[in-house]
T-cell receptor, first 116, second 111 residues
Framework: GAVVSQHPSWVICKSGTSVKIECRSL??????MFWYRQFPKQSLMLMAT?????????EQGVEKDKFLINHASLTLSTLTVTSAHPEDSSFYIC????????????FGPGTRLTVT | GDSVTQMEGPVTLSEEAFLTINCTYT??????LFWYVQYPGEGLQLLLK?????DKGSNKGFEATYRKETTSFHLEKGSVQVSDSAVYFC??????????FGAGTQVVVTP
């Protein structure tokens, strides 16, 4: 149980376009979802936390207008990278938590974004 | 703020060798500590955890002990297998309720 999927697993887009990444909890309801960014050989950096039905909370230094997060249901959160640029190329990982009293997060497999 | 430092990889070793991955942390108080594993093409999975000082987390032959004196949570396995090849992340649950990760250590086990 506790499976989280991401779609697509990889995407290539042109500079200036937008791309949407989906994160789904397949067998549980996720009250909270997290979006991370991972650079090569570096740690996961938390970008934002989203709760179903409310606005996401962004970490310091993350542009909310560039990285749009929507958590419209208890099983789906989306990250849209708007007007993408090559420096946005990265590995994006989502995670989901079903129990607010628990620390445990379940991670998706990640999405590799390449902006040309 | 709270942070985690772990040894750089890659760590390459032969099957049945002993594995140690060092992890130290900086935090106010005594946060819960975790090791996550990421197999190729998969998401991070919780490998083991410890929630207070002197706790030992264990799973799949891996162990780590929460040492507050040395602020460490080193991961060990006595006899690794090829299937243990993965990236291992040390992490803590900070006072804001967020996971703080180390940079990850790639482990490559050869037959």
């Amino acid at each position: 149980g506790a499976v989280v999927s991401q779609h697509p697993s990889w995407v290539i887009c042109k500079s200036g376009t937008s791309v949407k990444i989906e994160c789904r909890s397949l067998d549980f309801q996720a009250t909270t979802m997290f979006w991370y960014r991972q650079f090569p050989k570096q740690s996961l950096m938390l970008m934002a936390t989203s709760n179903e039905g409310s606005k996401a909370t962004y970490e310091q230094g993350v542009e909310k207008d560039k990285f749009l997060i929507n958590h419209a249901s208890l099983t789906l959160s989306t990250l849209t990278v708007t007007s993408a640029h090559p420096e946005d190329s990265s590995f994006y990982i989502c995670s989901a938590r079903g129990d607010e009293s628990s620390y445990e997060q379940y991670f998706g497999p990640g999405t590799r974004l390449t902006v040309t | 703020g709270d942070s985690v430092t772990q040894m750089e990889g890659p760590v390459t070793l032969s099957e049945e060798a002993f594995l140690t991955i060092n992890c130290t942390y900086t935090a106010t108080g005594y946060p819960s500590l975790f090791w996550y594993v990421q197999y190729p093409g998969e998401g991070l999975q919780l490998l083991l955890k410890a929630t207070k000082a002197d706790d030992k987390g264990s799973n799949k032959g891996f162990e780590a002990t929460y040492r507050k004196e040395t602020t460490s949570f080193h991961l060990e396995k006595g006899s690794v297998q090829v299937s243990d090849s993965a990236v291992y992340f040390c992490a803590l649950f900070d006072s804001w309720g967020k996971l703080q990760f180390g940079a990850g250590t790639q482990v490559v086990v050869t037959p």
